[in-house]
């Protein structure tokens, strides 16, 4: 059970952080951590991403 848990969940985060340690994949690595907080705000949290989103065409309108 053990190995499967560190082979499953522990070995991506390793893969993931050694790559935000190289240069060429920050980016990459950078644009899917994005994605992924905004898509568990987009499941849990969609009445603050809305606000979020009002507030952004406010400001957006001042200028």
Do not use: H, Y
């Not at 522990?10 to 994005?34: D, E, H, M, Q, Y």
């Not at 905004?38 to 507030?55: E, T, V």
């Amino acid at each position: 059970m053990t190995l499967f848990i560190k082979t499953t969940f522990l070995s991506p985060l390793c893969n993931l952080t050694a790559g935000l340690r190289r240069t060429w994949l920050k980016v990459p690595a950078a644009i899917f951590l994005v994605m992924t907080a905004g898509a568990i705000l987009l499941l849990f949290a969609p009445d603050f991403l809305f606000a979020l989103f009002r507030l952004l065409l406010t400001i957006a309108r001042w200028f």
